[in-house]
């Protein structure tokens, strides 16, 4: 039996979780700073201080962590996909457990080496930088592939468990297969001339997905499912 609170409880997590990932976006663009390993010196010392970064990440575990009431709303809405429901809700929390240890790892840098960084002795900073580099770098991959399983495999999944049934508008069910294909193919580096933009479509088309899925279990009836 569906369970309506879990499916309005998803729905509003949903529409949240794509309000923190736009603001973490928007804080960590506007913070400047690129989380780039290969050059660890700029990135440790514009993120020494910087509020706005570290208030991005904040939002962005909080953001992720939306992540599993709103693909558990999900399930719950399309439960009559049967196994693709079931299917796309493991490889989301899978997939949502992975990136978020990933945020922690680049919120660990930030509170504990980027300090240590900025108050060691030059003789001590490249041995720091070194440690750094290596664990933002781990960061990245396993973010990434988080997202890969996540917004990649899973929203294929829930795409075609929308499909399934008539619980949903079939046009979201269709968006997220289509967002979810781009996803994989910007992280297996498929159509590698226009990744860049791939990836870029992808995000956006994710969070227009995300953010429909939401507002469709808000206005969902019992009757309906």
Not at 66 to 74: E, M, S
Not at 181 to 203: E, H, P, Q, R
Request: charged share 10%; hydrophobic share 60%.
């Amino acid at each position: 039996m569906t369970n309506m609170n879990l499916v309005k409880v998803g729905g509003v997590c949903a529409i949240l979780l794509v309000a923190f990932i736009v603001v973490w976006i928007i804080l960590s663009s506007a913070s400047g700073v690129e989380d780039n390993p290969d050059n660890i010196q700029a990135y440790l010392q514009g993120v020494h201080n910087n509020t706005m970064y570290s208030a991005s990440g904040w939002f962005a575990l909080v953001g992720l962590a939306l992540v599993i009431p709103a693909a558990l709303g999900f399930y719950q809405a399309l439960r009559d996909a049967r196994r693709l429901s079931l299917l796309a809700l493991v490889f989301f929390l899978v997939g949502v457990t992975v990136t978020l240890a990933s945020v922690g790892l680049f919120v660990g840098v930030e509170r504990q080496l980027v300090p240590s960084y900025a108050a060691a002795s030059e003789a001590i900073k490249p041995t720091l930088a070194v440690v750094a580099s290596t664990l933002l770098e781990a960061a990245i991959w396993v973010f990434s592939l988080g997202l890969f399983l996540s917004f990649g495999i899973g929203a294929i999944l829930f795409g075609f468990g929308t499909l399934r049934t008539s619980v949903v508008r079939h046009w979201i069910g269709w968006l997220g297969v289509i967002a979810g294909i781009l996803m994989v193919c910007f992280f297996l580096g498929l159509l590698s001339d226009i990744l860049k933009y791939i990836g870029m479509v992808a995000f956006i088309l994710i969070l227009i997905w995300t953010a429909a899925m939401g507002v469709s279990l808000l206005r969902l009836r019992e009757s309906a499912v």
